[in-house]
């Protein structure tokens, strides 16, 4: 089985590993950065062969949220590829499994359950699997946004651009400038790449 793991946390790729002890002929390949983990899938391909699986850290910088998931998963023909991430949501879960991963799966789970999490995961089964952590209304009131700003925060977080998410929206460009410094202002963020990991941090999207 060969499985790819992108991350530049060594804890994620040794639970990976521990997570099928047991199967022979298991083949791990660990990258640190999305550039790699492209150019490995691109490379593979074209030498006709491919990953059985794919497991990516979501908080990976360089990422561009949910879009750099689609990609990757284009490139690994959409087999079976699980995203980590401290915080989630349901509905972020039915956007990353419209984006090509079948499985959205807590970080912070515990060992043994990490490793049935992603045997399931390698299955190609969908799931979705968080922790306790995930659930903070109280941090979440604290944060009022309208419908129309939660739509360009969602745009921000899967990684377009102001152009992109007017033309998503059928609005204009200006107006999503106007959106963002709101979304930026309410969320107490520096500016928009920060405002998007706030937004991942209270569950926002």
């Known amino acids: 089985m060969?499985?790819?793991?992108?991350?530049?946390?060594?804890?994620?790729?040794?639970?990976?590993?521990?997570?099928?002890?047991?199967?022979?002929?298991?083949?791990?390949?660990?990258?640190?950065?999305?550039?790699?983990?492209?150019?490995r899938l691109a490379n593979t391909r074209k030498g006709g062969g491919q990953f059985d699986f794919v497991v990516l850290e979501f908080d990976l910088p360089g990422l561009s949220g949910l879009k750099g998931?689609?990609?990757?998963?284009?490139?690994h023909?959409?087999?079976?590829?699980?995203?980590l991430m401290r915080g989630g949501s349901l509905e972020l879960a039915q956007r990353a499994y419209r984006a090509g991963?079948?499985?959205?799966?807590?970080?912070?789970?515990?060992?043994?359950?990490?490793?049935?999490?992603?045997e399931l995961a390698r299955q190609g089964q969908f799931?979705?699997?968080?922790?306790?952590?995930?659930?903070?209304?109280?941090?979440?009131?604290?944060?009022?946004l309208s419908e129309r700003e939660l739509q360009i925060l969602r745009g921000l977080c899967d990684g377009l651009q102001n152009k992109e998410?007017?033309?998503?929206?059928s609005i204009q460009?200006?107006?999503?400038?106007?959106?963002?410094?709101?979304?930026?202002?309410?969320?107490g963020a520096k500016n928009r790449t920060h405002a998007a990991m706030i937004a991942r941090d209270l569950n926002l999207v």
């Not at 023909?77 to 995203?83: I, K, M, N, T």
């Not at 799931?127 to 009022?144: K, M, R």
């Not at 998410?165 to 929206?169: E, G, L, Q, S, V």
């Not at 460009?173 to 969320?187: P, W, Y």
């Open 101 to 118: 991963a079948n499985a959205v799966i807590s970080k912070d789970l515990p060992a043994n359950e990490m490793s049935h999490a992603l």
């Open 2 to 39: 060969k499985t790819l793991v992108v991350t530049a946390d060594a804890t994620i790729t040794n639970g990976v590993a521990a997570a099928f002890p047991d199967q022979n002929g298991i083949d791990l390949t660990s990258v640190e950065t999305v550039p790699a983990a492209i150019n």
């Open 127 to 144: 799931l979705c699997l968080f922790t306790d952590l995930v659930h903070n209304p109280a941090a979440i009131s604290l944060v009022q």
């Open 69 to 75: 998931v689609n990609h990757l998963s284009d490139l």
């Open 165 to 169: 998410i007017a033309h998503a929206f």
């Open 77 to 83: 023909d959409r087999r079976p590829f699980a995203l």
């Open 173 to 187: 460009e200006v107006t999503v400038k106007m959106h963002m410094r709101a979304v930026v202002r309410k969320l």
